[in-house]
């Protein structure tokens, strides 16, 4: 089994009346290469009439975002054209690549009625040869994304993207990203192999594990070495879990504000390109 190296607590880093806990990066760990950036909004309840979300029109390029909608809704656009309104359960995958500007807001029910809200946001680094790729998004309802049942059903696998179980996730990105969302009942277990040169990426959003040995709770991302290939979770109480996996780029790392690239000339360039409304206008 892989050991663990450490554990790192979310801090807690509030967004106007948003509640936020950043998992990465922290005090405490930078990046888990090719994984950047988490944060987890939430869980809170709105009230009706609400202002929503406040992740208004701003920029991004050289990197990934996705994003787990697990109570609520997000409204998104951007100047690709791409729009959706994606509900509980759903995930959005938005490339930036070459740059786009978007808008993640909250829906015109949601801030009605109000109501439970938690989401998580991940940024995945994209490699030097395709940074500069042309901008994609899709989201994803609940329902269009693979589920595959484990230890007599009390695992509910959720197969986001690359391979689990022999079931390809709803999205099939750039690289050879595999993430999942892992639902579990209390005194369920799972065995996963991870090959041992990959990056485990090991977040609990909710409920306490034990995972190779070592216990962990909800809001604290595990890292791990790389020397071995088996990962043994066990289910304390029930439990979600963000689990992902990579091959490491093992590239330079420049990031500035909404830009990952890896020089700090391509990061000038990026500023200067979108002051020149080379990301498109928002409308």
């Known amino acids: 089994m892989r050991t663990i190296k450490q ?5 807690n880093s509030p967004i106007a009346d948003l509640v936020t806990y950043r998992a990465l990066p ?35 390029r050289g ?49 009605r009625s109000g109501g439970p809200l938690e989401i998580l946001q991940l940024w995945v680094n994209l490699p030097a040869q395709h940074k500069m790729t042309t901008p994609a998004y899709t989201g994803l309802q609940q329902m269009e994304i693979p589920t595959v049942a484990l230890d007599e059903g009390r695992v509910q696998l959720h197969a986001v993207s690359g391979e689990w179980a022999g079931t390809a996730g709803g999205y099939q990105p750039l690289t050879d990203i595999h993430l999942a969302t892992i639902n579990l009942q209390a005194g369920a277990k799972l065995d996963l192999p991870i090959p041992a040169e990959h990056t485990v990426f090991f977040y609990t959003i909710r409920g306490k594990l034990r995972v190779n040995g070592q216990e962990t709770e ?20 029930d439990a979600v879990l963000l689990l992902g996996h990579a091959l490491p780029f ?16 391509e990061i000038r360039q990026a ?13």
Do not use: C
Not at 70 to 85: A, C, F, N, R, V
Not at 271 to 283: C, L
């Open 7 to 11: 554990q790192h607590r979310a801090v």
């Open 26 to 60: 922290t005090h405490s760990v930078e990046h888990l290469d090719p994984f950047l950036f988490l944060n987890h909004h939430g869980p809170q309840v709105y009230q009706p009439n609400n202002q929503g979300l406040p992740f208004g029109p701003h920029p991004h």
């Open 63 to 111: 990197f990934e975002t996705v994003t787990f909608i697990l109570e609520g809704d997000i409204m998104h656009q951007d100047t690709g054209g791409h729009q959706s309104i994606i509900e509980a359960g759903g995930i959005q995958w938005m490339t930036a690549g070459s740059g786009l500007i978007h808008a993640e807001v909250s829906s015109p029910a949601f801030k």
């Open 218 to 237: 909800a809001r604290y991302l595990t890292e791990f070495d790389f020397d071995g290939t088996a990962l043994h979770i066990e289910a304390l109480t």
């Open 250 to 265: 093992q590239e330079p790392i420049v990031a500035a504000g909404p830009f990952v690239m890896n020089t700090e000339q």
């Open 271 to 283: 500023y200067q390109d979108y002051q020149a409304g080379k990301f498109g206008r928002w409308q």
